[in-house]
């Protein structure tokens, strides 16, 4: 091989003693915390020692920096072993090691972005690949840089169908920057994993994913050092045997083994041991320094250039209104970069696409991967990220939303066809369960937007705002509710609607704010008075502004909303309250699973619509007014 230069028997041998030293100091931390996967870690230490100390370029002192070459440990368990590495490179000292899990340590059982060495966090296996393929397509084609990024995963999560999505996104965009180290250990948590040690059928299917695979003795430092140098053209797997607890003979290529500490008698033998095999070498290893040719990036004080630009009486879906925003805001600032999964016609992101196709990434239909690649565009902060799909399809994807919240990932989601608004399609593409699950994660914001002004603030509000954004839009146009000069924040609700005679507070999002209003209108011409709020985000929910009103309207509440009952506004509302005396909560929504329709039928057959909010509204008033 042209590009290859042998490493000298002293670089080999300096690189076999940081192995076994990752060895003696991953069992030494586990022993020491009674919890971790020793037999993980050791069957890796080959493969982390010549990564880190010749074939990565970085700089050790600043682990995040933009230029240097990126790593993501997917089979999170073996993170003692990455820890011991930063030991090896002088970031941690050796005594933080004796701290892995305790309550004050910052070295958790599973690599986390408390920690500068750990860009995003692992653990639930199957995901580390699909953010290894976002930092390379940024890599490759946002930043343009010479920066690579390597995936390291077992092969017990090679079951996930998420590695698989993965290898097929990055085979079709020719990541030639990105290379997954396979770590062939043959055994998994309870049993042996499905293909065992036969590597050829790995390679084989890596093949026929389009990459190109490369089989090693996963524990030969020459055999690695020479793999990870060949030149590439495509995405590479170094598909390595290795032996699961090697260097522990108790252990080794033994079931029953993995989530196993090793008792303190049993790690002070199999320490000494291991010390002996480490030879006097005068040689010092230091990672190559990277190439400094990423561009700065700055995402403070990402802001539309305008004021929306709507009027009233117009219609517009929400839906369409969050392509023109992405676009809009797009136009500002080169880094705000939109992926979608087949449905950029729908979602309305193909309007971005149209206008900014090299910042747009077809991500086809595979959600989890989408939104593992949209963490990596993020990752360092490089991007301003905005994935959408059909909201019902996040569903399939929430372990990967789970794990974006866990990892302080920046990354907003728009999810369109939401509710009973999507009509004819059925409650297969109806998410009516999409709020109760952003609202689960404990950094999400959930802005619920109800026209095309509101649209474009919730996008201007996301770009810059921290954690997880989800966007809810709708399929059908709605009219335009807000004047473009109206001022949205973050939890801060909208009163659209009232008098000082109001009688009952309705609290209503979206495609019900409109039938709120309707409903509004209609029981004026009764003589009966309420008052209309839009909360706008659903979480963070401005508590005190509905808290306010309803006592204006004595105690009296009405939440309406496009979902079920379970976890959605009336619920979150409901929580608000629960502290609070003298309030008559009425809740709206849809009570169990719908069916094809027009949206208007729909909404009326599951007590949603206008004419539902009327007779809510006469039957509150008539049960207080019975009550006295």
Not at 130 to 141: I, N, S
Not at 449 to 465: F, Y
Request: aromatic share 8%; glycine share 6%; charged share 20%.
């Amino acid at each position: 091989m042209e590009d290859y230069h042998k490493p000298d028997q002293q670089t080999v041998q300096a690189l076999r003693n940081i192995a076994n030293r990752l060895r003696i100091n991953s069992i030494k931390a586990t022993t020491a915390a009674g919890s971790g996967h020793p037999t993980s870690c050791c069957s890796v230490a080959e493969i982390l020692s010549v990564l880190y100390f010749h074939t990565m370029k970085y700089r050790p002192e600043d682990p995040r920096n933009f230029n240097s070459d990126r790593f993501i440990l997917s089979k999170g368990h073996a993170a003692p072993a990455l820890y011991s590495m930063w030991v090896e490179t002088g970031f941690l000292k050796e005594s933080e090691l004796l701290s892995l899990c305790q309550v004050d340590s910052s070295l958790e059982g599973h690599p986390n972005p408390k920690q500068q060495i750990v860009d995003v966090a692992t653990g639930s296996l199957g995901q580390g690949l699909g953010v290894a393929c976002g930092m390379a397509y940024t890599g490759k084609y946002f930043d343009k840089s010479s920066y690579r990024v390597y995936c390291l995963l077992g092969d017990g999560e090679m079951s996930e169908g998420a590695v698989w999505e993965a290898m097929s996104f990055a085979s079709y965009y020719q990541l030639d920057n990105l290379v997954a180290i396979m770590d062939i250990n043959r055994l998994g948590q309870s049993d042996a994993a499905p293909l065992q040690h036969h590597v050829e059928k790995y390679q084989k299917r890596c093949e026929a994913f389009g990459w190109n695979a490369i089989v090693v003795d996963g524990h030969s430092v020459e055999e690695l050092c020479k793999a990870l140098s060949q030149p590439r053209h495509q995405p590479t797997a170094i598909i390595a045997k290795t032996i699961k607890g090697k260097g522990i003979p108790a252990a080794e290529d033994k079931l029953g083994w993995h989530a196993k500490t090793l008792p303190k008698d049993m790690a002070e033998m199999v320490m000494k041991e291991l010390q002996s095999r480490i030879m006097n070498s005068s040689k010092h290893l230091y990672p190559p320094a990277p190439i400094e040719d990423s561009p700065p990036v700055s995402l403070r004080n990402i802001r539309m250039p305008s004021a929306p630009s709507y009027k009233s009486g117009e219609k517009i879906a929400t839906r369409k209104a969050y392509g023109m925003a992405l676009a809009k805001i797009g136009r500002y600032n080169e880094r705000v970069v939109a992926l979608d999964g087949d449905t950029n016609n729908l979602t309305c992101s193909e309007i971005f696409k149209n206008e900014h196709p090299n910042r747009f990434v077809e991500c086809y239909i595979a959600q989890q991967n989408m939104v593992s690649v949209a963490m990596g565009c993020a990752a360092r902060e490089r991007n301003v990220v905005f994935a959408s799909t059909l909201a019902s399809f996040f569903t399939r994807a929430y372990d990967q939303l789970r794990m974006a919240a866990i990892s302080e990932s920046n990354i907003n989601l728009c999810g369109s066809h939401c509710g009973l608004s999507t009509g004819e399609e059925g409650p297969s593409l109806m998410a009516l369960e999409d709020v109760a699950m952003f609202r689960a994660l404990p950094t999400a914001t959930i802005f619920y937007p109800c026209d095309g002004v509101s649209t474009e603030k919730a996008v201007e509000l996301a770009a810059s705002t921290k954690g997880v954004c989800y966007i809810r839009t709708s399929r059908q146009d709605c009219a335009i509710v807000y004047n473009s000069n109206e001022d949205f924040h973050v939890g801060q609700a909208k009163v659209v609607y009232q008098s000082k005679e109001d009688q009952v507070t309705v609290v209503a999002a979206g495609v019900t704010l409109h039938e709120a209003l309707a409903a509004a209108e209609q029981l004026k011409k009764e003589r009966i008075t309420v008052r209309v709020i839009d909360p706008f985000t659903i979480k963070p929910l401005d508590v005190k502004t509905i808290i306010d009103h309803t006592r204006a309207t004595r105690g009296r509440i009405i939440t309406v909303e496009d979902h079920y009952y379970e976890g959605g506004l009336g619920e979150a509302v409901s929580s608000a309250m629960v502290n609070e005396s003298g309030f008559n909560l009425h809740r709206l929504a849809v009570s169990h699973v719908p069916r094809s329709g027009k949206p208007h039928e729909l909404l009326k057959i599951y007590g949603i619509d206008r004419d539902a909010i009327t007779q809510a509204v006469r039957k509150m008033l008539s049960s207080s007014t019975n009550a006295k």
